[in-house]
């Protein structure tokens, strides 16, 4: 029997398992929302193979290790999500072909997607590769405790695949932008608006001065954008801003961009004399950059893929993950296998019921192949 046969019927055990873990609602930063995902993996994954938990300032860390032959492939998921407890007015509805809830999509649906290809080839007696499965608690929040344990493992092994949602088509990922957060902070010197303003130096206008250059270093053929979407500054209206910054979000397609971005950036000069500019900040999540070895991985998952039904073509994304990580230590990294859904950490975020059995088949079909190197 082939996975997608073995799975369509077991559909109704596998919605089951999807709402016990999405009613286990776990922000970022709750640590006892993370504590009971974690727990809920450790109880699922662990028949599998040795299970270590870690903790971290963000949450619990979980690593199981599982024997199989040919390659060393490394599974990244995560279990926090974007959603405060009690967003959802219902934090498991099925409504239609669609199941709804807290991180649905982004990304506990695809922890379930996981459990559920380790149990059916281990019941049709198919392979898998040397596993070692990585469940991190602080994605969305920049995975500042799980990088070093995502890069260690990373090193270990051969590939690595990130069980994130797929493109809004389905597609799955094979490029995403380099993120980065930068502040930059005038420093001028406060004065008496009304009686000597004269004697100040205004940060406010510093910055206006300085945005202008900061959206000059966008060069959109080559998909590089910076956003100063924060500003703060100043401290009442009769006094002139002794300090205002404004926070800035990057994004590159290659490192090449995210180092003239740096350049450029730390660079800047006042304008206004007796003025001074400080900058904090850099890239946080270097770009995933599609190489020969990342392509061939792709072409593999995309015939598995049309095996089961699905037509998966290469997705480019703005957005990172902890792929971006893997893929810049030029480990070959494929993302975007999770479940097919929409409204990623929005309140209708939701899984497409009916193809939950495939999306399971298709990473059935790529454990089985990666066991035979």
């Known amino acids: 029997m082939k996975p997608l046969e073995h799975l369509q019927p077991q559909l109704p055990a596998i919605l089951k398992d999807l709402?016990?873990?999405?009613?286990?609602?776990?922000?970022?930063?709750?640590?006892?929302?993370?504590?009971?995902?974690?727990?809920?993996?450790?109880?699922?994954?662990?028949?599998?193979?040795?299970?270590?938990?870690e903790e971290t300032p963000n949450g619990p860390l979980l690593r199981v290790s599982l024997q199989g032959s040919g390659r060393k492939v490394l599974v990244l998921c995560h279990f926090d999500t974007v959603h405060p407890v009690g967003a959802f007015k219902e934090p498991w509805k099925v409504e239609g072909d669609r199941a709804y809830g807290p991180g649905i999509y982004d990304m506990k649906g695809n922890i379930v997607q996981l459990l559920w290809a380790l149990r059916t080839n281990q019941a049709l007696g198919l392979g898998r590769p040397q596993l070692e499965l990585l469940f991190t608690?602080?994605?969305?929040?920049?995975?500042?405790?799980?990088?070093?344990?995502?890069?260690?493992?990373?090193?270990?092994?051969?590939?690595?695949?990130?069980?994130?949602?797929?493109?809004?088509n389905g597609d799955l990922k094979v490029a995403r932008k380099g993120v980065g957060q930068y502040r930059l902070t005038a420093h001028g010197k406060p004065a008496h608006q009304g009686v000597e303003p004269e004697k100040g130096i205004n940060a406010i206008v510093e910055l206006a001065h300085q945005i202008p250059k900061i959206v000059a270093m966008q060069d959109w053929d080559k998909g590089t954008t910076l956003g100063p979407n924060v500003i703060k500054g100043g401290t009442t209206s009769?006094?002139?801003?002794?300090?205002?910054?404004?926070?800035?979000?990057?994004?590159?397609?290659?490192?090449?961009?995210?180092?003239?971005?740096?350049?450029?950036?730390?660079?800047?000069?006042?304008?206004?004399?007796?003025?001074?500019?400080?900058?904090?900040?850099?890239?946080?999540?270097?770009?995933?950059?599609?190489?020969?070895?990342?392509?061939?991985?792709?072409?593999?998952?995309?015939?598995?893929?049309?095996?089961?039904?699905?037509?998966?073509?290469?997705?480019?994304?703005?957005?990172?993950?902890?792929?971006?990580?893997?893929?810049?230590?030029?480990?070959?990294?494929?993302?975007?296998?999770?479940?097919?859904?929409e409204a990623a950490h929005q309140l209708t975020e939701n899984v497409y019921i009916p193809q939950i059995p495939a999306r399971i088949a298709l990473l059935c079909g790529i454990l089985d192949e990666l066991s035979r190197g």
């Not at 709402?19 to 922000?27: D, F, Y």
């Not at 500019?277 to 792709?298: D, I, Q, Y």
Request: aromatic share 4%; proline share 8%.
């Open 19 to 53: 709402e016990a873990i999405v009613t286990l609602e776990a922000p970022s930063y709750d640590l006892a929302g993370l504590d009971r995902v974690a727990r809920w993996i450790a109880q699922h994954f662990s028949p599998f193979g040795p299970l270590e938990r």
């Open 137 to 168: 608690p602080d994605e969305e929040v920049g995975s500042m405790a799980s990088r070093p344990a995502i890069e260690s493992a990373a090193l270990r092994s051969d590939l690595v695949l990130v069980l994130e949602a797929p493109m809004g």
């Open 238 to 341: 009769n006094v002139v801003a002794a300090l205002a910054t404004v926070d800035i979000d990057v994004r590159v397609w290659t490192m090449a961009e995210a180092e003239r971005v740096e350049r450029e950036i730390r660079a800047l000069q006042p304008v206004l004399p007796g003025a001074t500019l400080s900058v904090e900040g850099g890239l946080n999540r270097p770009p995933m950059e599609p190489t020969p070895a990342s392509t061939k991985l792709f072409e593999m998952a995309q015939r598995i893929g049309a095996e089961v039904g699905l037509q998966l073509g290469p997705g480019r994304v703005g957005g990172g993950s902890d792929g971006n990580f893997t893929a810049a230590l030029g480990i070959p990294t494929l993302d975007g296998l999770g479940l097919f859904g």
